[in-house]
């Protein structure tokens, strides 16, 4: 049973098991492509990523969509990166190594994820990665996604570890508001956005070689206080904060 004295991490998904952005925008780019649209798709995940995917369809049209159209995009666009992706599927340098030594330290481990379950099945299941985690939260776990906190503040409820002993891993702008928001400090990867863009992160990364348990521990004390999350940091062109 966890402790007063553990702690936590909790990962995202893409972007941070596995390095996927460029395949997520071109299936999107794709998608716009049948549609007419012209928007960057890189740039807009530049943005938005994080947030579930019919969210981020909602911003690029011009016209009220409904839910259920914006749900069959967002289908098209999961089968589109599914073939794209089908044989790239590997996980972050270091991965491994860095989940297996967190356990062995003693560290309780989650996964925190605006995808569905079958999506998160098709990455970590074919990686052979379940085993690592205590807890896994998706998109079928929580009423709102990211930036919003329920997707980490789910984890660590699960896990019975408090945010302040929880350190989320995330490769997204909105990803480390909704760490800020769950009230926890946030480590990020810059495998989807240039390390400029992230607000108050104790530590940016580009894999987990970079990385070993203890240098967390040594982290969380030299950054005490959580960051306050800056709203204004996460209003991007085409963002609709709710």
Known sequence: MPTDQSYALIF??????IDNTDYQAEAF??????????TNARHLLERLNGMPATAILKTVFQHPVPEKELKRYADQREFLYRVIYWDKRQELAGLRKFLEAAKKAGFKIGLGTGSAPDTIGYIIDHLHLRPFFDVITGAADVEKGK????TFSVVSQKLGIPPERCVV??????????????????ICLSTSVDASKFQNPMKIIKDFTE?????????LEQHPIVPKPDKQRAKRKYMKLQ
């Open 29 to 38: 780019q794709l998608l716009f492509r049948e549609h007419g649209l012209t």
């Open 147 to 150: 930036p919003h906190a329920d």
């Open 12 to 17: 995202d998904m893409d972007g941070v098991i």
């Open 211 to 219: 990385l070993v348990p203890q240098d967390v521990l040594d982290l």
């Open 169 to 186: 891993f995330e490769d997204a702008v909105l990803g480390e508001q909704a760490a800020y928001k769950a009230g926890m400090r946030c």
